[in-house]
């Protein structure tokens, strides 16, 4: 037969349109199982074996389709068959191949559509090709000990990536939930945001490091590069630039002069000290910072500048923890200076760093309260480095301590955007929300900090606070009953305080204080005088005037030592008003409250200054000026940043000295605060 007959008896026999029928009906089924078998975390070893069984599935196809006709008594051998009925079956078949071939192909064009439309994440933005998260690396020392080195690598390369413009860079808070290598990559991918995801691993022996490094497409599970790189330790910067450069590469992205700089930047020529500064990065990138991780990252980096005292980055880290001490624990002048020394040493080591500008907004945000020159700050840090998350959300802080809340909740949304799984901006936007009366959308941002934590103490005490403010006490309970004991946590017993004083269960809180003071940690000075605190409300409410006249004594006097070393500290001058309120001073719980406005006032901070005013309130209407205080009640109501509500002016006994003045009866009337 020659080829000319032959190309006819092929098409005499639809051995065409079974070839291009099989090609696309392949096609497809190969598009189908690269997107599903992913998403029910089938291996990709499985993808392969269906494309090997399709191409080896393509010649047998061809051969039946040559020797065999389908007819209306069966499918027959060709040379078995009457021709006239040949004849008929083929066309029939050739029908039927035909609408096979176009059933397919519409299915084909409308999975090339969809493939078009961009796939979007959970808060529906769409993901971006020139994208990608940086997921937790594996620590594969034998020291477990070791881990911190592994985080530290992962966040360097990691930051380095995030100052390309072109790319979007996922912040390292957000992916600290997930494992190292973990299965279900286009979940994750979608979670975040994201269209491509690194892996890795870190083998540190002595002074030798193994970093292993894998970029996937999430989509797909798809492998599109991968390095392994064996190194000294003093070399490992040559590494963080190699991974960020072939990552840009394969993503496409544009590169411009300086960010090459910043890729290829080596901060210190020290091994040591920078050991040192990674351990403080572990520790301080936590979406929490808990008092031991604050100490332990400070400890780090002010080993990492003792080792090199031109190490500016490190420098810069280390103003931000002492930034962060004084902002939460400790407001002496040693502290403010050495936040300030240490910002100093970067700002002339590093004046054109990102960080050090980072460092300066810290500084002067949190301990000198200049929030203009701060709020300067962030935006410039925030319009060269977009992909940091945490100029967006100092500028929301910086915001609302300005009184600025809408452009406050504008900022957090801007920091989610590149850290959608950050549980500290989450909670500090659901607090925000909650502060302007925005209780549904509180409830928003707090339920998806627990979808990623949902047994974090911290937001379930946020989301209890919600409940309580409503009055929603039975719900309130139910999140309560979720928490783990923790004596330690001052955020998780307020809310259960708050909850027990409400519920004018003073029984329960005398017990819940007096196990909580049993197991705290000694080293809490301020919570062990706060609890205190609670213990004698609890005790003076339940009838045991002796017992509750002892705590607050106790309480008192640890926060006058406190004073003696923070005389500025407007939040120990606030509990010292509670103190002396409770031991019968009143007019002087007025005088040092007013003295702790004073101290907010000098600094305009619109954030804190509602919730001293409050308490102001309390100990006016207690001293018998009930006109005055029932005036500030009145305007806290309507006030953004304030706490009370209808319903915890109703419950709560803090207000029990107002509790029969009909004027103060009318504001506990619920408006409709509820169901914004």
Same mark, same amino acid.
Request: hydrophobic share 45%.
């Given at each position: ?523 809490? %000075? #301020? *919570? ?6 609670? !213990?004698?409300? &609890? +005790?003076?409410?339940? @009838? =045991?005037?002796?017992? /509750? ?56 901070? %619109? #954030? *804190? ?6 308490? !102001?309130?309390? &100990? +006016?209407?207690?001293? @018998? =000026?009930?006109?005055? /205080? ?47």
């Amino acid at each position: 037969m020659n080829l000319k007959k032959l190309f006819a008896e092929l098409k005499r026999r639809n051995v065409y349109r079974a070839a291009v029928a099989y090609g696309v009906v392949a096609w497809f089924l190969t598009q189908l199982t690269t997107q599903v078998f992913p998403f029910f975390e089938i291996p990709n070893a499985s993808i392969r074996l269906v494309v090997i069984l399709l191409a080896l599935g393509f010649p047998i196809a061809m051969a039946l389709a040559w020797l065999y006709e389908f007819t209306p008594e069966g499918i027959m051998r060709s040379d078995e068959v009457d021709p006239a009925v040949v004849r008929t079956a083929r066309r029939a078949t050739g029908r039927i191949l035909d609408f096979i071939i176009i059933g397919v192909l519409l299915l084909v064009i409308a999975m090339l559509i969809y493939h078009r439309v961009p796939s979007r994440s959970e808060a529906g933005e769409a993901i971006p090709k020139k994208s990608i998260a940086v997921l937790p690396f594996e620590n594969r020392s034998e020291d477990k000990a070791n881990a911190y080195f592994a985080d530290g690598i992962q966040d360097e390369i990691l930051t380095r990536l995030s100052k390309v413009t072109d790319l979007k860079v996922i912040s390292r808070t957000s992916t600290l939930h997930y494992k190292s290598a973990p299965d279900n990559l286009r979940e994750i991918g979608k979670q975040l945001g994201v269209a491509n995801l690194l892996e890795g691993s870190v083998q540190k022996k002595g002074n030798t490091v193994l970093v292993n490094v894998q970029l996937i497409r999430a989509a797909t599970n798809e492998h599109l590069w991968g390095e392994s790189y064996n190194r000294q330790l003093d070399d490992i910067f040559s590494v963080e630039t190699e991974v960020a450069n072939a990552i840009v590469d394969k993503l496409n992205a544009r590169l411009s002069g300086a960010e090459k700089q910043d890729l290829a930047a080596k901060p210190t020529s020290n091994p040591e000290a920078y050991d040192a500064f990674l351990r403080g990065l572990a520790f301080s990138e936590r979406s929490y910072l808990l008092e031991a991780d604050v100490t332990q990252a400070l400890q780090a980096f002010e080993n990492a500048v003792r080792l090199d005292p031109n190490f500016g980055l490190a420098w810069a880290h280390l103003s931000k923890m002492h930034s962060t001490i004084f902002v939460y624990s400790d407001t002496s002048p040693a502290r403010r200076d050495a936040a300030l020394k240490a910002l100093e040493n970067a700002l002339r080591l590093q004046p054109d760093s990102h960080d050090t500008h980072l460092a300066e907004g810290y500084y002067h945000y949190r301990v000198g309260h200049d929030y203009d020159r701060a709020r300067e700050i962030f935006e410039r840090v925030h319009s060269k480095w977009p992909n940091n998350s945490e100029a967006p959300r100092r500028l929301a802080l910086v915001a609302r301590r300005q009184g600025r809340w809408d452009e406050s909740l504008a900022h957090f949304r801007k920091a989610l955007e590149v850290d959608p799984r950050n549980l500290q901006t989450l909670t500090d936007a659901s607090v925000t929300a909650r502060r302007m009366r925005q209780y549904q959308m509180a409830f928003k941002f707090i339920d998806r900090a627990l979808d990623i934590a949902p047994g974090d103490n911290s937001t379930l005490a946020i989301k209890a606070g919600i409940h309580q403010a409503l009055g929603q006490l039975d719900q309130a309970d139910a999140v309560l009953t979720r928490m783990h004991n923790d004596a330690n946590d001052e955020t998780a017993i307020e809310a259960m305080v708050d909850q027990l004083l409400l519920r004018h269960d003073f029984a329960s809180g005398v017990a819940l204080m007096q196990s909580t003071l049993a197991k705290l940690d000694s080293a809490l %000075l #301020f *919570e062990h005088a706060a609890f205190l605190s609670f !213990l004698g409300d &609890f +005790q003076q409410l339940g @009838g =045991d005037a002796a017992g /509750a006249k002892n705590s607050h004594t106790q309480s008192r006097e640890k926060l006058q030592s406190l004073l003696r070393e923070q005389p500025d500290n407007p939040r120990l001058i606030g509990w010292l008003a509670i103190a002396s309120a409770r031991l019968g001073d009143k007019e002087g719980a007025v005088r040092l409250m007013e003295q702790a406005l004073e101290k907010l006032a000098a600094a305009n901070d %619109l #954030f *804190e200054r509602p919730v001293c005013e409050e308490g !102001l309130a309390q &100990f +006016q209407a207690q001293a @018998g =000026d009930k006109d005055r /205080a029932i005036t500030t009640v009145r305007r806290l109501l309507s006030t953004n940043g304030a706490t009370i509500t209808p319903a915890i002016l109703r419950l709560h006994p803090n207000w029990n000295s107002l509790r029969d003045d009909p004027r103060f009866q009318a504001l506990t009337v619920d408006s409709s605060a509820s169901a914004k």
